[in-house]
């Protein structure tokens, strides 16, 4: 009542741009017919806080949290038809009952080392600019500048995953020019 004593004073116009603000702001609010439902915002759960529990999880949980030992036995026995997994070995309370005969234990063989790092930890400043030479020579695509910044971040890797041959010959070609290589 108030509003419109308010309005009637003022010119008409005024009260026309009144009434398209209040239906504008009404259409806006209201979801439209045409669109989908607008969705409540909900609020994000804290990180320190526990989040909330699907229900239908809760309530399986609880339902299995209430079963005796035999009930818990068929339950694993019908999941594990149902899912078909194997069966699991179960390891003894105690540990291993049993320590394996020395006769009956076989070594697994060893596994050969194909692939080799070769990698530059120190050298010798009075051969420096040799070994910037041999650097450029030895990595592909790499300029003086390069080879020498190269060199002066050491300990670096020169080249990964080559054999032993490359290796010991790469070695050889560093140790010449005054390197300390490790290969491994």
Same mark, same amino acid.
């Given at each position: 009542?108030?509003?419109?004593?308010?309005?009637?004073?003022?010119?008409?116009?005024?009260?026309?741009?009144?009434?398209?603000?209040?239906?504008?702001?009404?259409?806006?609010?209201?979801?439209?017919?045409?669109?989908?439902?607008?969705?409540?915002?909900?609020?994000?759960?804290?990180?320190?806080?526990?989040?909330?529990?699907?229900?239908?999880?809760?309530?399986?949980?609880?339902?299995?949290?209430?079963?005796?030992?035999?009930?818990?036995?068929?339950?694993?026995?019908?999941?594990?038809?149902?899912?078909?997994?194997?069966?699991?070995?179960?390891?003894?309370?105690?540990?291993?009952?049993?320590?394996?005969?020395?006769?009956?234990?076989?070594?697994?063989?060893?596994?050969?080392?194909?692939?080799?790092? $070769?990698?530059?930890? =120190? &050298?010798? #400043?009075?051969?420096?600019?040799?070994?910037?030479?041999? %650097?450029? !020579?030895?990595?592909? *695509?790499?300029?003086? $500048?390069?080879?020498? =910044? &190269?060199? #002066?971040?050491?300990?670096?890797?020169?080249?990964?995953? %080559?054999? !032993?041959?490359?290796? *010991?010959?790469?070695?050889?070609?560093?140790? =010449?020019?005054?390197?300390?290589?490790?290969?491994?």
């Amino acid at each position: 009542m108030i509003v419109s004593r308010v309005v009637a004073r003022k010119s008409i116009y005024q009260f026309r741009r009144f009434h398209k603000c209040i239906v504008v702001c009404q259409t806006d609010t209201a979801p439209a017919a045409t669109s989908r439902p607008v969705e409540p915002l909900t609020v994000p759960i804290p990180e320190g806080a526990n989040k909330p529990v699907n229900p239908k999880l809760d309530k399986i949980a609880n339902d299995i949290t209430s079963l005796n030992l035999i009930e818990v036995m068929e339950l694993s026995d019908l999941l594990k038809k149902r899912l078909n997994l194997p069966d699991a070995q179960v390891m003894p309370i105690g540990g291993f009952v049993g320590a394996p005969k020395s006769d009956e234990v076989e070594e697994a063989p060893k596994q050969v080392k194909s692939s080799f790092t $070769v990698k530059l930890m =120190k &050298f010798d #400043e009075k051969q420096k600019i040799a070994l910037i030479k041999e %650097i450029k !020579q030895l990595l592909p *695509n790499t300029n003086l $500048v390069q080879a020498k =910044k &190269f060199i #002066e971040s050491v300990p670096v890797v020169i080249m990964a995953d %080559i054999s !032993q041959e490359e290796a *010991n010959k790469l070695k050889e070609s560093i140790v =010449k020019v005054g390197g300390e290589v490790e290969i491994s």
